[in-house]
């Protein structure tokens, strides 16, 4: 994490009274500059201390990690603007998108893997009968039960597919709102 010195930053106006906003905000969630400083990855509370009083400015990745973790808005942090409730509103929404995008995502990915270890297991029993030793009953069942969880875990994954798609364009559709 970069720690800029204010005095040497042209941004230093634009941040103008950051530190206060923070402050306040992290007493306001009943947070500890220890505690804020644990949520950000340092390992001093000193850090936090140099950002409330103004001797170092936290970089835009810090910026955002600190208005996520006290649940404020990044423009009222960094500007002391507030916006109005349907931009508010407008970037929740965004920013459920966005989650749910990576939950699909994480879904996706392990959808596909278990497609992949379903086909692994029947491949190696389809193996077993192309080398001529026989299948047991069981092992018959499992690659009956394995080609059936294929196609199940199939149309699971192309309904996540469409999910996907669906938040993707929804989030794409509501930044693109952010400009008009």
Known sequence: MQN??????????????????LRKSRENKGLTMADMANILGLSSPSQISRYENGQNLPDICAISKIALALEVDL????????????????????K??????????????????????????????????????????????NLKFYSAQIEFQKTILDQLLKDQAWASKAMNDALLNNYK
Do not use: C, H, M
């Not at 010195?5 to 906003?21: C, D, Q, T, V, W």
């Not at 109005?84 to 407008?90: A, K, Q, T, V, Y």
């Not at 029947?122 to 299948?135: F, P, S, V, W, Y």
């Open 4 to 21: 800029n010195k204010i005095k040497n930053e042209p941004s230093a106006l634009f941040l103008a009274g950051f530190p206060s906003r």
């Open 75 to 94: 423009n009222w942090l960094i500007t002391g603007e507030k916006r109005s409730l349907d931009e508010s509103i407008r970037n929740d929404y965004i």
């Open 96 to 141: 459920s998108l966005s989650l749910l995008n990576t939950q699909l995502n994480r879904v996706i990915t392990s959808t596909y893997e278990l497609i992949e270890g379903f086909k692994k297991a029947a491949g190696d029993i389809e193996q077993k009968e192309r080398n001529g030793t026989g299948l047991t009953d069981a092992e018959k069942e």
